[in-house]
């Protein structure tokens, strides 16, 4: 079950990656964690732990079994841990966030930067916001009372150029907050699932163990 999960997140990663190659991340101190190459390194990680428990299990072998349990404990635990720290600490997440974000606006549209570049159009197009906490942000990138033409309630070639009326006035950051608050149930459902899977396979492979002690007990 944990590995047929790693191969779907896996699958969604290598398709984000192949299909959406321009749109990686809006940040510019971390400018490799795209969603395509999370997913695949997400998805990479469970695989290899999924096929260390079915081996385990095949084969009855203690230390594959063992090694699988605190593998999948650890991981169980760190994600609780995250949830805690981000919970604990939103207020200077959100800081660093809105920080960080303003920075990568100075690297939109240079040279080298197609996929930030690319991620802040489709952003600021779906999303119907401009800049980060506001569509001033990008006049100090442009330094001119301007903003980049996907900020524009009808989009034309330089109508970043026009009369601020023209404009989404909306912050992304919070639209985007807002948008996750929206499907909150479904990030929990998901989040449930995922535990409960967790739980599960450490379930499983713990009993697997044991079994495989007695036997070997046994027939010592």
């Not at 510019?28 to 081996?55: D, E, F, K, R, Y």
């Not at 080298?112 to 999303?127: C, E, K, R, S, Y």
């Not at 401009?130 to 330094?143: A, L, M």
């Not at 699932?193 to 379930?203: D, K, M, N, P, S």
Request: aromatic residues 12%; proline residues 2%; glycine residues 8%.
């Amino acid at each position: 079950m944990i590995d047929l999960g790693g191969c779907g997140i896996l699958g969604v990663g290598v398709w984000l990656s192949v299909t959406q190659g321009n749109f990686a991340t809006l940040s510019s101190s971390l400018p490799s964690l795209s969603a395509a190459n999370l997913l695949i390194a997400v998805g990479t990680i469970i695989m290899v732990i999924g096929c260390l428990g079915c081996v385990g299990a095949v084969k009855e072998s203690r230390p594959l079994l063992l090694s699988f349990f605190i593998l999948l404990l650890l991981i169980f635990f760190l994600e609780i841990l995250s949830i805690t720290l981000f919970f604990v600490y939103q207020d200077q997440i959100d800081h660093y966030a809105q920080r960080d974000l303003k920075r990568g606006l100075q690297l939109f549209g240079t040279e080298g930067n197609v996929g930030l570049t690319n991620a802040w159009m489709i952003v600021q197009t779906d999303f119907r916001c401009c800049g980060v906490t506001n569509h001033t942000d990008w006049f100090d990138v442009y330094n001119a009372s301007r903003v980049p033409d996907s900020c524009c309630l009808e989009y034309s070639d330089n109508c970043g150029l026009e009369n601020p009326g023209t404009w989404w006035t909306a912050p992304c950051y919070e639209r985007v907050k807002d948008w996750l608050q929206e499907n909150l149930v479904a990030l929990w459902i998901f989040a449930l699932c995922t535990a409960l899977t967790q739980i599960l396979g450490l379930v499983f492979s713990m009993t697997m163990f044991c079994h495989a002690v007695k036997v070997e007990t046994f027939y010592a």
